[in-house]
């Protein structure tokens, strides 16, 4: 089982920064991919970016050149560094992780943190 616990959300004002970092725990053999994904109110689910083991990147258009996904592999641990935030990235920010359990490999998803950014 991956537990994954995330921190850094809150309230920005437009223009400002925020920094998410997400923890994965439990018991597994190795944590593959992580990534970012965001849900706004009356919207679904959508892709902010994502990281691969080997450090290679894919961002959502709408955040390219603001957002910066990073990881460090010893502490099982992604980021995501947000500048120049607008209020249309207001949203519930979900950290995921492809890993390899005793099951095989699968998705795990956080709680999830929210992102508030005014006008």
């Known amino acids: 089982q991956v537990q994954l616990m995330e921190s850094g959300g809150g309230l920005v004002q437009a223009g400002g920064s925020l920094r998410l970092s997400c923890a994965a725990s439990?018991?597994?053999?190795?944590?593959?991919?992580m990534g970012w994904y965001r849900q706004a109110p009356g919207k679904q689910r959508e892709l902010v970016a994502t990281?691969?083991?080997?450090?290679?990147?894919n961002y959502a258009d709408s955040v390219k050149g603001r957002f910066t996904i990073s990881r460090v592999n010893a502490k099982n641990t992604v980021y995501l560094q947000m500048n120049s935030l607008k209020p249309e990235d207001t949203a519930v920010y979900y950290c995921?992780?492809?890993?390899?359990?005793?099951?095989?490999?699968?998705?795990?998803w956080g709680q999830g943190t929210q992102v508030a950014v005014s006008s």
């Open positions: 995921n992780t492809e890993a390899t359990t005793w099951r095989g490999n699968r998705d795990y």
């Open positions: 439990g018991t597994f053999f190795s944590i593959n991919a």
């Open positions: 990281i691969t083991r080997e450090g290679s990147t």
